[in-house]
């Protein structure tokens, strides 16, 4: 079946745009979660919903950063004022239910600001 | 400090060896504990899991979990050059959605 996908896959934008990046999760997983990779280290956790709730935003480095999913499926990164220090792989997993081990991981979209 | 500390790499192996990958981490309410590899511009597969202490044998793979120590590793038996990725360890507790993840520790199996 389909996997997590994400779109873009790249997205280059100036410093001070905003960019929305989205994820289309595994169809049926409730738990949705979006996480920051940056070069050399390990994914950091932003944000995840459960249904369409954010469970925990805990991540959020700041108000720039905002995450929905409206409908309990896609979900939508929404980033403000971007700045340089932004630039990373955004990735998106899902999971059946938010209590599990399992996620399931998008290829990511290549965020690069100039 | 970091909540999970792994081991940074790079490790080079010849094809055949065995492979041994280390996190350690501090955070005592962690019971679920992951094995994740990355190849590059991919996102993490999810290859093993362990659920509090205990060793856990998958093919050539076996994860081991010492609460005790707080300390974690995946071995790799037989290592094979398809075996050449980034691996990271995950952690979580168990009401948390959130994983907890490791810099990741880049592997390279040679022919």
């Known amino acids: 079946g389909a996997g997590v996908s994400q779109t873009p896959s790249n997205k280059v934008t100036e410093k001070g745009k905003y960019v929305e990046l989205r994820c289309d999760p595994i169809?049926?997983?409730?738990?949705l979660y979006w996480y920051r990779q940056s070069l050399g280290q390990g994914p950091e956790f932003l944000i995840y919903f459960q249904g369409t709730g954010a469970a925990d935003d805990s991540g959020l480095p700041n108000d720039r950063f905002f995450a929905v999913r409206p409908e309990g499926s896609v979900s939508t990164l929404k980033i403000q004022r971007t700045e340089r220090g932004d630039s990373a792989v955004y990735l998106c997993?899902?999971?059946?239910?938010?209590?599990?081990?399992?996620?399931?991981f998008g290829p990511g979209t290549r965020l690069t600001v100039t | 400090q970091k909540e999970v500390e792994q081991d940074p790499g790079p490790l080079s192996v010849p094809e055949g060896a065995i492979v041994s990958l280390n996190c350690t981490y501090s955070n005592s309410a962690f019971q679920y504990f992951m094995w994740y590899r990355q190849y590059s511009r991919k996102g993490p597969e999810l290859l093993m899991y362990t659920y509090s202490s205990g060793n856990k044998e998958d093919g050539r793979f076996t994860a081991q979990v010492d609460k005790s120590s707080k300390y974690i590793s995946l071995f790799i038996r037989d290592s094979q050059p398809s075996d050449s990725a980034t691996y990271l360890c995950a952690m979580k507790d168990t009401n948390a959605g959130k994983s907890t993840f490791g810099d990741g520790t880049t592997l390279t199996v040679k022919p």
């Open positions: 169809s049926g997983h409730t738990a």
């Open positions: 997993a899902s999971s059946l239910y938010s209590g599990g081990y399992e996620q399931y």
